[in-house]
């Protein structure tokens, strides 16, 4: 065992590689070429004999350390391997090749040794070093970068599928014989392939880590680690891998187990504390101080840095849980379910083993291919199309025979009417899935608190809307105070002039909500009204509400039982027979995968005929059992069928079927209402935020013509001031202009004389405000402020945006409006360009959805906010 660890990254381990000894192939191989076929041929395959004798040399003495050199020197040593096992026979037999003993020494017990005289324990210790190779190459990466722990991942896979391969392919032959070794036994072998996994699955749940994802998405991945490392601690506990590795490796895998577990109790506690279920996390924090406190007497002797992440880890959910019991105590008062109650982590596996066949094909090798003759070659292909076609025809036979059971017990619905005597019914799976839909969205019983969310909105709507009334409101208020005040004196436009736009805008607002929330009402009412018929979607399981099959009132024989008792007795054995079908389909295949007879082609003196009527028969047996069984189940229908019909007349089945198709309807109505009145009430918030967002652009445009207003207010309430103190009387009576600008001072001491006004013309002070220009001439500098556009120039609203389709709501419409005039022949106040707030607003905001028909809603069977 090699082991391996970087920085914070947890220790992990590889495999060291089996020794072997020295073996000759050449020369028997090459006097077994000579003495079978010919010295020419043997000739030919001169170099094909030095290159295995070169491999087999490579494999026995390391001249590369390097784990990638010698992943590929094994890989291509197995693939000759595969091609030496069909050509030559190496057994203990006189006619075969039985001098050459492959001797091979356990890879954990240096001292076991095993020597047989066949190929099956050398590719069995090739496969295990392979497994040995990819498992350190996996150390050999820098696990603390992401790159790094991908390749270690892939190397880990690729580990975990030698050792699979080993298990599945050489494990059972090379053990066959009296003399082999644990290492490469089919239970060392799976516990290295869980082993591999777990590591793989490691470096997948560090970099997800990273990566920064969900804690559940965490948990999951990290639960999977745990369950590989708890299945490689189930094989190591057992013989005979318990008393053949030493105590480090046992504790290893055990402090690791339990170390993800932990993990994956507090990753999935994160989740629940999100979610405020805050009993079930409290359960789970527990869960996992419990078992790294019970791990904890037992790691003697393990690694620091394995011992330094459980301490770390214990810290944290020690932590949680108090913070959440606190929580607990204080605000939820939830009653905590034992950790020994909880259902099992939910787990997901993101690493399989590498497929070896492909990696270890040897198809396309060249190397003695000479060896196989055409005859041969021929009668194998010949011979594979008779196994084929045999195993088609009992393929169908199979197919046919589970499809007239499915088709026989559907039409006399079974199993289901004796399901719904026991009153375990079931839902059609297509129903089920809407049912299960509709519970998962919060149900009919989740309705109330959608509701709420539209009365919060509606009265969000409401309070910013009384608030934006309310700026408009005080503005104009002050400006009739300070009118009242100065009369004629106070000569900017009155409020109502400029706000009429706005005001207009603002009572439609007020007239939306007004409707709006009369569909709020038909919504509430709808609920109302049919929540008795939605009710039952909140029954948990909905197989509850399914009608159960009743028991005759009155029986004359009372015989019930024994009808329902010898028709459930005939459905077992019917199960029964469907099983052993899927069985003998999985024999077929597998005895058609290992049924290789080159090997006895390739060494036959006899009629090949011979060969394969002996070979096919051991297909024979299991034909038979097919029949069989075809013949048992046909019988086994028909006795069904007369029971079924017993069954049917003393139960009223007929009756019981009305009443589950009724209440199959009812559930499928109520789906439909509810899902018709979620809809509506989606649409009714989409409608609510739509129309928040437009009140509150209208409220900033108020906002800042407010504070517009309120500057301009201030400068005049000095000008005015000053006018009243006398200021600048002399020039008034010499210039005979009511000119503000010339008022009181010379034009060099005039508060701006980078602009020169045009010659004023003499009037009465009524006739021509003093305190503005016409739009063409510049802005008088006592006013000059940043011209706040809030014209159609401007950029669309967040609100105006194109409805959806069948919305009840229609496009926005521009208002046509004929400009605001005002009687005082010049604009507003410098600064403000015309009718700055009387102007359209094409697509400023988004027109009540109901002032154009009747009703407030669209007509039945169109999508919209509400449906009848």
Not at 170 to 193: F, I, P, Q, R
Not at 561 to 571: E, F, M, R
Not at 577 to 589: F, I, N, S, T, V
Not at 808 to 837: E, I, K, R, S, V
């Amino acid at each position: 065992m090699a082991a391996s660890g970087a920085a914070t990254t947890n220790i992990m381990l590889a495999i060291y590689e089996k020794k072997t000894t020295t073996v000759d192939l050449y020369r028997p191989l090459r006097n077994y070429i000579t003495f079978t076929y010919s010295e020419r041929e043997a000739q030919n395959l001169e170099d094909d004999l030095q290159t295995l004798k070169e491999l087999r040399l490579d494999v026995e003495r390391v001249i590369d350390p390097s784990p990638a050199a010698r992943r590929d020197v094994l890989q291509s040593y197995f693939k000759v391997l595969c091609l030496v096992e069909t050509r030559f026979p190496i057994s203990p037999d006189s006619d075969h090749i039985n001098t050459v003993t492959f001797t091979w020494h356990d890879a954990f017990k240096q001292k076991q040794k095993a020597s047989q005289q066949n190929i099956h324990l050398e590719k069995a210790a090739v496969l295990f070093n392979l497994g040995a190779a990819y498992s350190q190459l996996g150390l050999s990466f820098d696990r603390t970068t992401v790159e790094g722990r991908r390749q270690a991942s892939h190397a880990f896979i690729g580990a975990a599928g030698a050792f699979a391969f080993l298990r599945d392919n050489a494990a059972t032959k090379a053990s066959m014989d009296s003399s082999t070794t644990v290492d490469v036994s089919v239970v060392c072998a799976g516990m290295l392939e869980r082993l591999m996994l777990a590591q793989a699955q490691e470096c997948v749940f560090e970099n997800t880590i990273a990566k920064g994802s969900t804690p559940g998405v965490c948990s999951k991945i990290c639960r999977q680690v745990g369950l590989y490392y708890e299945e490689a601690l189930t094989a190591l506990n057992v013989a005979p891998l318990k008393d053949h590795f030493d105590k480090g490796w046992i504790s290893h895998v055990q402090l690791k187990a339990v170390l993800f577990y932990s993990e994956a109790c507090y990753r999935y506690s994160l989740e629940l504390h999100e979610k405020e279920e805050i009993a079930e996390e409290i359960a789970q924090l527990r869960s996992g101080v419990s078992a790294l406190a019970e791990a904890k007497k037992s790691s003697k002797g393990a690694a620091a840095q394995l011992l330094d992440a459980m301490s770390k880890l214990g810290v944290n959910l020690s932590c949680n849980l108090e913070r959440a019991v606190k929580e607990n105590d204080r605000v939820y008062l939830m009653r905590v379910p034992s950790p020994s109650s909880l259902p099992p982590l939910p787990a997901f596996s993101l690493v399989k083993p590498m497929a070896m066949n492909e990696v270890l094909d040897a198809s396309k090798k060249k190397m003695f291919a000479s060896l196989v003759p055409d005859s041969s070659a021929k009668a194998l292909s010949r011979y594979t199309e008779m196994v084929d076609d045999i195993i088609r025809t009992q393929a169908e036979k199979l197919q046919q025979g589970s499809e007239l059971t499915r088709v026989g017990l559907k039409e006399m619905d079974l199993p289901d009417s004796i399901r719904a005597l026991e009153g375990s019914s079931l839902l059609p799976a297509d129903l089920k899935e809407d049912v299960e839909a509709v519970q998962i969205s919060g149900g009919p019983a989740g309705l109330e608190s959608e509701l709420q969310q539209l009365r919060d909105l509606r009265g969000v709507n409401q309070e910013l809307l009384v608030q934006t009334e309310e700026l408009l409101q005080k503005e104009a208020a002050e400006d009739a105070q300070f009118r009242s005040q100065f009369r004629t004196r106070w000569t900017r436009p009155q409020s109502s002039t400029l706000t009429k736009n706005l005001q207009d805008r603002l009572n439609r607002f007020a007239a939306n909500l007004k409707q709006a929330a009369d569909s709020d009402a038909r919504i509430e009412r709808s609920v109302r009204d049919h929540s008795t018929l939605m009710s039952i979607l909140d029954r948990r399981p909905i197989e509850n509400a399914l009608p159960t099959l009743a028991r005759p009132i009155m029986s004359l024989d009372a015989n019930e039982d024994a009808v329902v008792g010898s028709l459930k007795q005939s459905l077992r054995q019917l199960e029964t027979l469907g099983a052993q079908r899927a069985g003998l389909e999985d024999m077929l295949k597998e005895m058609k995968r290992k049924d290789d007879i080159l090997p006895k082609l390739m060494t036959s003196t006899g009629s090949y005929e011979d060969l394969f009527r002996k070979e096919i028969a051991k297909y024979d047996h299991i034909c038979e059992e097919i029949s069989q069984n075809i013949e048992a189940q046909e019988q086994l229908l028909m006795q069904i069928q007369a029971q079924n019909d017993e069954f049917s007349s003393v139960f009223n089945l007929e009756d019981f079927k009305a009443s589950r198709e009724k209440c199959y309807k009812q559930i499928q109505a109520a789906i439909a209402k509810y899902r018709e009145i979620n809809e509506n009430i989606n649409e009714g918030l989409k409608f609510y935020v739509t129309l928040r967002d437009a009140i509150a652009n209208v409220k900033q445009q108020c906002s800042d013509y407010v504070m517009t207003r309120n500057i301009q207010c201030r400068e005049m309430m000095e000008d005015v001031q000053r006018q009243m103190a006398g200021l600048g009387f002399q020039d008034r009576q010499n210039m005979g202009s009511h000119n503000y600008l010339s008022f009181g001072q010379p034009p060099q001491t005039q508060r701006s004389s980078s602009l020169q006004p045009s010659d004023p013309q003499p009037g009465p002070p009524c006739t021509q405000s003093p305190y503005y220009q016409p739009p063409e001439q510049p802005t008088m500098p006592g006013y000059g402020h940043p011209h706040l556009n809030y014209g159609s120039n401007q950029h669309p609203p967040p609100y105006h945006i194109p409805p959806a389709s069948g919305s009840p709501y229609p496009p926005p419409q521009p208002q046509q409006q004929p400009p605001t005039n005002h009687d005082y022949g010049q604009p507003a106040y410098p600064g403000w360009q015309g009718p700055y707030y009387n102007a359209p607003q094409p697509g400023s905001f988004p027109r009540p959805p109901y002032t154009t028909v009747p009703s407030p809603y669209p007509p039945p069977n169109q999508s919209g906010y509400y449906k009848q």
